[in-house]
């Protein structure tokens, strides 16, 4: 087990390691690394809570693995975005949204019990069910659009 202490070093390094890279690519690409940033770092302090508490969860990791993780990757790289990356960066984020749905339609007992307001234990087994299979249709008609349309970056 790591100690307390070993744990805030690390963090702290790690931290500032990721601080200087985001200083860098301020000064690179400009203010939109800034926001990206901040909506990230909101990410992994509260992954678990508050999101995860108030049915959120499923929604914020679509945001963070799609428009956050590809979407601003594109940008901070290329200086711009188009509806095509958004679109591609919405057909990434659905898969781990996905898994994270399933996982917690299995766990609804768990949820209930510890009082975790997952978005399964709030619209029910069903209905989760079928938000996944929606989601999957929807994943497969993004990418359907995407190659019918030729879209490019």
Do not use: N
């Amino acid at each position: 087990m790591v100690s307390c202490q070993v744990f805030l070093v690390i963090g702290c390094v790690t931290g500032s390691i990721v601080l200087l890279c985001g200083l860098y690519l301020y000064f690179e690409v400009g203010e939109g690394v800034v926001y990206l940033t901040l909506v990230g770092t909101f990410f992994v302090i509260f992954y678990t809570w508050p999101p995860k508490h108030f049915a959120l969860g499923e929604i914020s990791v679509l945001l963070v693995w799609g428009p956050l993780l590809v979407a601003g990757s594109y940008f901070v790289m290329a200086g711009k975005l188009s509806s095509s990356i958004l679109t591609i960066s919405l057909v990434y984020g659905t898969g781990p949204a996905l898994l994270i749905l399933g996982k917690h339609i299995d766990k609804i007992d768990d949820d209930r019990a510890r009082k975790v307001q997952s978005l399964p234990l709030v619209i029910g087994s069903p209905s989760a069910q079928y938000t996944a299979l929606g989601l999957v249709a929807v994943q497969w008609c993004l990418l359907a659009t995407l190659i019918l349309t030729q879209a490019m970056y």
